[in-house]
């Protein structure tokens, strides 16, 4: 366990054992011309945290317990709907099963020893090497009754991008998934109304994902004509 701690003074203990997902080269990962850093002999790994041990530390456990049995009350399994409880660098994610994604959001809100009231959005990653699992959704929940902040992260594979919609639950979520969705592909299934919110609605594919072409045309800054991304001269 390090000595590191989060905003709320809670250890930040943090499980090496995570899972290697690919290997980066060069700066940005790159492939074929398109790093034009300088570090094209830079090799890493790529890797998810794997599930931490108890005890977690503070009041994680207070929320891990509380949760897990407050999802037995309900018929449900928390081995079932928690596919593995994360500490990382002193913040706690909960990574659910997407099918049972709106009941624990429901209980987080509700249950009064939570009380996560807030969902104040949800990110989307593309990790091309979780296979699978390539295409996450993390949503960031806090409660203003006990000033605590966790995640939820649910995943999707591509050939199958469909995750329950939260509007029901946190309806300022309603943006933010039609945003994740616009950028990541990302179906939020009973979203009342999924369409684009900042890409043309015919706009062809989804930017943010790590295999989307980088493409583009020429620029002029300052009297240089700039070439597109992927036509700039790589040192890789």
């Given at each position: 366990?390090?000595?590191?701690?989060?905003?709320?003074?809670?250890?930040?203990?943090?499980?090496?054992?995570?899972?290697?997902?690919?290997?980066?080269?060069?700066?940005?990962?790159?492939?074929?011309?398109?790093?034009?850093?300088?570090?094209?002999?830079?090799?890493?790994?790529?890797?998810?945290?794997?599930?931490?041990?108890?005890?977690?530390?503070?009041?994680?456990?207070?929320?891990?317990?509380?949760?897990?049995?407050?999802?037995?009350?309900?018929?449900?399994?928390?081995?079932?709907?928690?596919?593995?409880?994360?500490?990382?660098?002193?913040?706690?994610?909960?990574?659910?099963?997407?099918?049972?994604?709106?009941?624990?959001?429901?209980?987080?809100?509700?249950?009064?020893?939570?009380?996560?009231?807030?969902?104040?959005?949800?990110?989307?990653?593309?990790?091309?090497?979780?296979?699978?699992?390539?295409?996450?959704?993390?949503?960031?929940?806090?409660?203003?009754t006990?000033?605590?902040?966790?995640?939820?992260?649910?995943?999707?594979?591509?050939?199958?991008?469909?995750?329950?919609?939260?509007?029901?639950?946190?309806?300022?979520?309603?943006?933010?998934?039609?945003?994740?969705?616009?950028?990541?592909?990302?179906?939020?299934?009973?979203h009342?109304?999924?369409?684009?919110?900042?890409?043309?609605?015919?706009?062809?594919?989804?930017?943010?994902?790590?295999d989307?072409?980088?493409?583009?045309i020429?620029?002029?800054?300052?009297?240089?004509?700039i070439p597109?991304?992927?036509?700039?001269?790589?040192?890789?």
């Amino acid at each position: 366990m390090s000595d590191e701690r989060n905003s709320n003074g809670v250890p930040a203990p943090r499980d090496e054992t995570g899972e290697v997902i690919g290997v980066r080269k060069g700066m940005f990962g790159a492939n074929n011309g398109g790093d034009t850093s300088g570090y094209g002999g830079l090799v890493r790994t790529v890797a998810l945290p794997g599930a931490t041990s108890r005890p977690y530390g503070g009041w994680f456990d207070e929320v891990a317990d509380e949760l897990e049995g407050a999802l037995e009350e309900q018929d449900l399994l928390p081995g079932n709907a928690i596919e593995k409880t994360v500490v990382d660098r002193g913040e706690l994610t909960f990574h659910i099963a997407r099918e049972h994604l709106v009941q624990v959001a429901r209980t987080l809100r509700d249950d009064p020893a939570l009380r996560f009231e807030l969902c104040t959005g949800v990110s989307g990653v593309h990790f091309l090497g979780d296979k699978g699992r390539e295409l996450h959704a993390v949503y960031h929940l806090r409660s203003i009754t006990h000033g605590r902040l966790i995640r939820l992260e649910v995943s999707a594979p591509d050939s199958d991008p469909h995750i329950p919609s939260l509007v029901t639950v946190y309806p300022t979520n309603d943006w933010h998934e039609r945003e994740t969705y616009d950028f990541f592909g990302l179906v939020f299934d009973g979203h009342p109304a999924l369409t684009r919110i900042m890409m043309p609605d015919d706009w062809q594919g989804f930017p943010q994902r790590k295999d989307y072409p980088l493409g583009g045309i020429a620029v002029e800054y300052k009297g240089a004509q700039i070439p597109a991304p992927d036509q700039r001269r790589s040192y890789s």
